[in-house]
């Protein structure tokens, strides 16, 4: 078994990955310092593009195409610019133990890495139906999104099952950007999922019914308030039918599951601190244990203007906290010095023709502003959070760029809001005041 020794690794081959080795590139690295280390066949990629042009019946985005970092318009990192970067880049390779104590990382084929640095990168992994029990569950056809491997198998499936019927399993983000894609495959879509309304960790009841109505006159047909609660299967395996818990059953070709994510903190139980089900760092990404580094959707940290502790699953987050435990890495070398984390939230979607951006914080009150017809063929809408009589979170569809530049500001800034109606009459232009 090979034993491989670093200045730097990176555990983890996503999008933090891809920030962080830019990052380390930017700041200098010598040869053979750093690694980043991935069980994924593939360089670090822009994973958001997995639910999206990934999909696209034409003229669908494949790598090379979607590396890190062309997400935020930075350098496109080409499985070979690593090397001349004089980065090693481990793929295909699994760490099943660490011992942050020792140092050390061993992965699934035995091989031992050593590093001085590590930044933890794992990200998170899908929740699985089986974990849960469903009868059926483990059925072929029945599918995950999360990395490029699942992403293939999707494709497989849309070509396989041509214009057949596709059955939805969650009301979150891959529940609506899946359902979308699916149906611009021309496949019979339903969405299944337990809420009143789609999206409820983000969206209002009166953001929902917009996605909903537009969503349904796409033709995708939305169950609400039910679960699956079991899977029957033809003889070869395949998925047939899914039985809903209020006693309907829907058959189906392909079923995907979106019903959320668990962070990948499991290699490290026990050896470093955690809160709210991620590993707890402070501003600049550092965890409870000396030298190790925690970065993405696996971080738990201070969001500094709410005087909270956050997890975040979004890109905007996995690719500024990658860029800023690097810089305090570098910076604590002596190479300058770095300031704390000051983050503020930024989630986005898209699907069919829509497009939305939301910053800050979904607390207190909120109202509708714009256009919220769906019939309308370019609807543009929005909708402000006010807590304490403060505006603290924005919402646009269909914003331009300058619109949704407004939107962070006015959510960073969080002015006074003289009424909801105030707001409602001022809409986006409240927003560009700021
Ligand atoms: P990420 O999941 O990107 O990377 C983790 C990496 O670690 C993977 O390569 C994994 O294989 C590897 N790994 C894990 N354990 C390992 C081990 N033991 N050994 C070796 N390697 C290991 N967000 C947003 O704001 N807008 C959007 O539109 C989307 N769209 C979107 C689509 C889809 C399909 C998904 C799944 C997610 C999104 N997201 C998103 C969320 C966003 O992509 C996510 O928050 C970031 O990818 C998180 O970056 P990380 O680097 O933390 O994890
Ligand atoms: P999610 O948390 O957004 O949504 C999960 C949804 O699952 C819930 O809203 C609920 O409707 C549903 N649900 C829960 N239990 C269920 C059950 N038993 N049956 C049916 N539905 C059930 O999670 P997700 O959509 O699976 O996304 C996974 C991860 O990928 C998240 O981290 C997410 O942030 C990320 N992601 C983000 C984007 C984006 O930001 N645009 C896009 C895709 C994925």
Redesign the pocket.
């Known amino acids: 078994m090979a034993e491989k020794s670093f200045k730097y690794i990176i555990l983890g081959g996503g999008v933090s990955a891809g920030y962080a080795a830019k990052e380390f590139a930017n700041q200098g690295v010598k040869p053979g310092e750093l690694a980043v280390i991935s069980k994924e066949a593939v360089a670090p990629y822009e994973r ?1 593009a997995l ?1 999206k042009g990934y999909l696209f019946p034409e003229g669908a985005a494949r790598l090379p195409g979607f590396h890190c970092c062309v997400g935020s318009g930075g350098e496109k990192l080409l499985p070979e610019s690593y090397k001349q970067k004089g980065i090693e880049l481990i793929l295909s390779t699994e760490i099943v133990k660490a011992d942050l104590a020792a140092k050390s990382l061993v992965s699934a084929a035995g091989d031992v890495f050593k590093y001085q640095t590590l930044i933890i990168a794992t990200g ?1 992994t ?2 699985r ?1 089986t974990d ?1 029990g469903v009868k059926g569950a483990d059925s072929k056809n029945i599918l995950y999104l999360r990395e490029i491997d699942d992403a293939d198998k999707l494709v497989e499936a849309i070509k396989a099952k041509k214009d057949g019927k596709a059955v939805v ?7 609506l ?1 899946l359902s979308a894609a699916l149906r611009i495959n021309n496949f019979d879509v339903t969405m ?4 009143p309304w ?4 983000l969206f209002t009841a009166d953001i929902a019914a917009f996605y909903e109505t537009y969503y349904t006159n796409k033709g995708v047909k939305i169950i609400k308030g039910t ?2 609660a079991g899977f029957t299967a033809h003889s070869n395996g395949e998925v047939k039918e899914v039985q809903l818990k209020d006693g309907r059953s829907l058959e189906a070709d392909i079923v995907i599951v ?4 668990k962070p990948l903190t499991s290699l490290f139980k026990g050896q470093v601190e955690e809160d709210k089900g991620g590993i707890k760092t402070d501003a600049f990404f550092k965890t409870s244990v000396p030298d190790v580094y925690a970065v993405g ?1 696996v971080a738990t940290f201070p969001l500094k203007m709410y005087g909270d502790v956050r997890r975040v ?3 905007d987050h996995s690719r500024k906290s990658a860029e800023q435990a690097v810089k305090a890495i570098k910076a604590a070398e002596g190479s300058g010095s770095v300031e704390e984390y000051d983050y503020l939230p930024f ?3 898209r699907s069919f023709d829509l497009s939305w951006q939301f910053y800050g914080d979904n607390v207190g009150d909120s109202v509708l502003f714009g256009d919220s017809n769906p019939s309308n063929p370019k609807p543009r809408f929005g909708a402000y959070w006010v807590q304490g009589g403060k505006v603290v979170g924005a919402f646009m569809e269909g914003g331009s760029g300058d619109e949704n530049k407004d939107l962070a500001k006015v959510a960073k800034a969080r002015p006074a809001a003289a009424s909801l109606d105030e707001l409602i009459k001022q809409g986006i232009s409240f927003a560009a005041k700021i």
């Open positions: 958001p639910s998170s899908v929740l139906l849960f399993v969650g009301g979150g983000y891959i529940g950007e299944v999922f337990p809420e789609c999206m409820p960790r679960v699956a979106g019903v959320g994510a959707d699953e979004h890109v989630f986005y979607s």
